[in-house]
């Protein structure tokens, strides 16, 4: 059982969604050396295809037959949970033209009002076949000394992009909060269908959907980059297989495969990632659950990482690597495993991100450069972002920023807000300032134009918190 799980930002691998969603593109060609030009003068969705059973079983993409689904498995009932005057009971499998239909039916005996709730944000540990699915939510309301029944859907277009043509089991992980938002989780329970007995477990299913091109056939998209050599393992997980997908928008996303061979369930917490070594979102990216003896495929979509805010500062060029800071937890949000750098290489020929910027500092191996300033135009709090590029020539991770009550534009203390996160050694990241619109109205600032001269104190330490630099940063127009 799990009490009290901590809430956090989760980026499940939904295949399709992923695939038929999107905005920026990148290519794969050509990747060459970092490139920073200098100034002289000193930035989830439900996949919606109404695709019918009989429809899958014959679509085909040069020349790739999907294979059939497989309607005729059944379940016998089957106890989900029965503790604190609660039981769930799985009763029936069914199919209709596009999905898997699992009914359930929901008793509260308690004297308190309660809801029901899988697959949220908070607790998402939906399988099948041992294959972590986004797919399951339901979220019942249920009264005290009441019952109720609820369909669970699944769809099955997304099941065959993990190569699955038919279901040998279900995890359901279920949760209860009541009205004073006191939360009881619920582990996942395997109901097993009459496919169990004969299903091959041993097979990657996924693993095949990619390279027997199933994956592509259905998600309208082509894979241009495969590896399945094992690049992490560490308490019973490992990294299995990556692949870098492009969307028929020409959007571009990274699928990580993950086993859990442990018999715990772990979250795996992405952080800092980076493309062709420059940290384009610092702090935790995703946490995904992934149960015990199941796999899950983590997505980092890569227009996802890209604020539109900056996207006209910076060329981050053909994709040649990808890195993230990986840290596996418990069910009690503890840390199970150390921080460690993951380093996914696309092509051999270094990286390729150009920036147009003036230098403005440079102390004991941290280089800092002013990139320009932009109209914040999706905040109402914020009027301008000032960005600067951060290359940490350290031997030590670093977090750099603006020290608190030191910035000063044209010479008027003003209040902001900054972000950067933590930029490993021989990195670049981003250090974002972010002008508050009351502040700047009030000294008569009206445009980027109006913005003469930034001043502040830039400060860099290591993660014991350390100091680097603390030195006094100039910027003239």
Known sequence: MKNEKNVRNRRVALLAGVLMTGIFMFGLAGCGNTQTATDTETDTGQFQETVTVEETQTMEKDSVEVGEFDTNATIEETVLIDQDDIKVTATELTFSNYSAELSITIENNSDKDLSFIAESLGYSCNAINGYMIADGYFNEDVAAGKKTNETVSFSISELQMYGINSIADIE??????????????????????????????????????????????????????????????????????????????????????????????????????????????????????????????????????????????????????????????????????????????????????????????????????????????????????????????????????????????????????????????????LLRIDLYEDDVEDIGISSVDDIEEIEFVFTATDEQYNEIVEETVLSEK
């Open 172 to 429: 359901i992980g279920i949760y209860t909060t009541d009205d004073d938002y006191n939360n009881t989780y619920y582990e996942p329970k395997k109901i097993l269908t009459s496919e169990a007995e004969s299903y091959d477990y041993e097979t990657d299913t996924y693993k095949d959907s990619v390279e027997n091109g199933v994956l592509e056939s259905l998600g309208n998209c082509t894979v241009d980059f495969w590896d399945t050599e094992q690049i992490y393992s560490e308490e019973g997980v490992s990294i299995e297989s990556v692949a870098l997908i492009t969307n028929e928008e020409g959007e571009q996303s990274f699928f990580i495969e993950f086993a859990n061979e442990s018999e715990q369930m772990v979250d795996a917490v992405l952080s800092d990632i980076a493309v062709n070594d420059l940290i384009l979102y610092g702090g935790t990216w995703s946490s995904d659950t992934i149960n015990p003896a199941a796999k899950g495929i983590v997505d980092i979509q890569i227009n996802s990482l890209l604020d539109e805010s900056f996207q006209e500062l910076i060329n981050v060029g053909d994709i040649c690597s990808l890195s993230f800071d990986l840290v596996l937890e418990d069910a009690d949000n503890d840390d199970i495993t150390a921080k460690e750098r993951v380093t996914i290489t696309v092509s051999e020929n270094g990286t390729s991100y150009s920036v147009s910027g003036t230098p403005v500092l440079e102390s004991n191996g941290v280089t800092l450069t002013e990139i320009g300033i932009v109209p914040d135009e999706d905040s109402s709090l914020y009027a301008y972002q000032i960005f600067y590029i951060v290359e940490n020539g350290t031997s030590d991770t670093i977090n750099a920023g603006c020290d608190y009550d030191s910035l000063s534009i044209n010479g008027y203390m003003v209040d902001f807000y900054d972000f950067c996160g933590n930029i490993p050694a021989g990195m670049t990241g």
